[in-house]
T-cell receptor, first 115, second 110 residues
Framework: DTEVTQTPKHLVMGMTNKKSLKCEQHMGHRAMYWYKQKAKKPPELMFVYSYEKLSINESVPSRFSPECPNSSLLNLHLHALQPEDSALYLC??????????????FGAGTRLSVL | GQNIDQPTEMTATEGAIVQINCTYQTSGFNGLFWYQQHAGEAPTFLSYNVLDGLEEKGRFSSFLSRSKGYSYLLLKELQMKDSASYLCAVRDQYGNKLVFGAGTILRVKS
């Protein structure tokens, strides 16, 4: 099973709303990732959690707040977003060891529209 | 810095063979990945190279030359369902960060 589950699949929110994106995996992976993907562009890394600790933050604005409550779950809390934040948000997971292949498995994403 | 180049689009005929090239210049290297992404869907893993040479997996093969900063993905016996974007991604030396190329949109025609 290489499934990463993301909810919701679609989300429309206003600029004053607070919402959360959720990601879950049961592959025993200890590294989890958030990516942002605009149309016809590659995924861009936002955050990496390794063993439930934030290890990489790619200078993402504070209106995006990640959270890793346990080794299977990853959340992305959204507040006061801008229309340009509209994108496909992808979650991925992998093994955490630097000595392994560490294939990242992606969820189907949440398509976010900010009005 | 990181620079990964792929052709923007390619077109090939059903049943044919197509090669998608990827060149990279990165500050560190710990493996190169190829992913397939259909429109509106998640990227799915295709292949991985960390040593020079060819890796074969069914209809898909991937080649790496680290000295040249070059990889290619070879797709044989093309099928209509292979129409997708193909993403080349390089992993940094610390093992967790993937940097993606812009992707190559492959169109398979009958």
């Amino acid at each position: 099973d290489t499934e990463v589950t993301q909810t919701p699949k679609h989300l429309v929110m206003g600029m004053t709303n607070k919402k959360s994106l959720k990601c879950e995996q049961h592959m025993g992976h200890r590294a989890m990732y958030w990516y942002k993907q605009k149309a016809k562009k590659p995924p861009e890394l936002m955050f990496v959690y390794s063993y439930e600790k934030l290890s990489i933050n790619e200078s993402v604005p504070s209106r995006f707040s990640p959270e890793c409550p346990n080794s299977s779950l990853l959340n992305l809390h959204l507040h006061a977003l801008q229309p340009e934040d509209s994108a496909l948000y992808l979650c991925a997971s992998s093994q955490a060891s630097s000595r392994q292949k560490n294939i990242q498995y992606f969820g189907a994403g949440t398509r976010l529209s900010v009005l | 810095g990181q620079n990964i180049d792929q052709p923007t689009e390619m077109t090939a005929t059903e049943g044919a063979i197509v090669q998608i090239n990827c060149t990279y210049q990165t500050s560190g290297f710990n493996g190169l990945f190829w992913y397939q992404q259909h429109a509106g869907e998640a990227p799915t893993f295709l292949s991985y190279n960390v040593l020079d040479g060819l890796e074969e997996k069914g209809r898909f093969s991937s080649f790496l030359s680290r000295s040249k900063g070059y990889s290619y993905l070879l797709l044989k016996e093309l099928q209509m369902k292979d129409s997708a974007s193909y993403l080349c991604a390089v992993r940094d030396q610390y093992g967790n960060k993937l940097v993606f190329g812009a992707g190559t949109i492959l169109r398979v025609k009958s």
